[in-house]
């Protein structure tokens, strides 16, 4: 619909997931969920033109980078992570869609990947990419104090397999996403 607040949710699994499990969160409303499992930054700047500046949306909302962590492929830096986000959200400025950058939810390992530590990798990371948002007066979606434990893992409850959020993780994201993109909405 012409003049809509369309949003889209760039990310991974997490955000794939979110429509399958929290559907109230979606539906009626004009998001469009963009996650695709197991991906990294540089396979979603790949497809950022057809998956969000396409869409034509007032607003994305970019969660990525626990994949990067991973190394689901290959060996990454956080710089090149950030970076790769960086050039996410220069890509919607430029055709004039407001931008949201979500902190990397917590995981105090992975799964599929166990042992890389990755709960200390995340937190730089989050403050890089706090510090970006904050420079470049873009809206800062911190996903990650809300959920996490002691550990920097996620909080028990949150997941089922200390990554990926279950309904009550998602129930504690939405009103952080509603906010946030509330508050992007203003800067049109």
Request: proline content about 5%; overall charge neutral; hydrophobic content about 40%.
């Amino acid at each position: 619909m012409a003049n809509e607040n369309r949003v889209v949710f760039m990310g991974n699994s997490i955000t794939e997931g979110w429509s399958k499990l929290d559907k109230s969160f979606w539906d009626g409303k004009p998001y469009i969920n963009r996650g695709i499992s197991g991906q990294t930054t540089p396979q979603m700047v790949l497809r950022f033109q057809q998956d969000v500046i396409d869409l034509k949306p007032k607003v994305v909302v970019i969660l990525a980078g626990t994949n990067d962590i991973a190394g689901n492929t290959g060996p990454m830096t956080l710089e090149q992570t950030r970076d790769n986000i960086i050039a996410m959200a220069q890509l919607a400025n430029a055709n004039r869609i407001q931008v949201v950058i979500s902190s990397v939810i917590p995981a105090f390992d992975y799964p599929w990947k166990p042992g890389l530590e990755p709960a200390e990798k995340i937190v730089v990371l989050n403050k890089m990419l706090k510090e970006y948002a904050s420079k470049s007066k873009i809206v800062y979606l911190d996903y990650f104090s809300a959920m996490a434990d002691e550990r920097n893992g996620l909080r028990k409850g949150l997941g089922d397999d200390g990554v990926h959020p279950n309904l009550d993780g998602y129930k504690i994201m939405a009103p952080l996403a509603e906010k946030a993109i509330a508050e992007a909405l203003q800067k049109q």
